[in-house]
């Protein structure tokens, strides 16, 4: 089973770019998908991004599309988030998941392996 451990989160001001990383151990890396989540303050949590086994498919949510960007490293077993102009409303913890595809990972199911979260947040 794999481990993950997220890190790079902090204060940052509106506009500015952030960048998480997530590091696997534990399990073969690239045998999962890789995601990111977040919970917003009082509010459900949310798919930000995934991005397949191989690297080549990815998904985004709406609100960070042309902002977020995912990527993964199979080398180093690292999934990172670069998250760029960085809103007021892009405060949450942020969750690294692991799981079989992106499909799996949008279902949320129980097989979904779960980091314990990075706060990430964005004063204005």
């Known amino acids: 089973q794999v481990q993950l451990a997220e890190s790079g989160g902090g204060l940052v001001q509106a506009g500015e770019s952030r960048r998480l990383s997530c590091t696997a151990s534990g399990g073969m890396f690239e045998a999962y998908a890789m995601g990111w989540f977040r919970q917003p303050p009082g509010k459900e949590r949310e798919l930000v991004a995934a991005?397949?086994?191989?690297?080549?498919?990815?998904f985004y949510r709406d609100s960070v599309k042309g902002r977020f960007t995912i990527s993964r490293d199979n080398a180093k077993n690292i999934v990172t988030l670069q998250m760029n102009s960085l809103k007021s409303e892009d405060t949450a913890v942020y969750y690294c998941?692991?799981?079989?595809?992106?499909?799996?990972?949008?279902?949320?199911?129980?097989?979904?392996?779960w980091g314990h979260g990075t706060q990430v947040t964005v004063s204005s």
């Open positions: 998941v692991a799981d079989r595809d992106i499909e799996t990972i949008r279902r949320q199911p129980d097989s979904t392996t």
């Open positions: 991005i397949s086994r191989s690297g080549i498919g990815t």
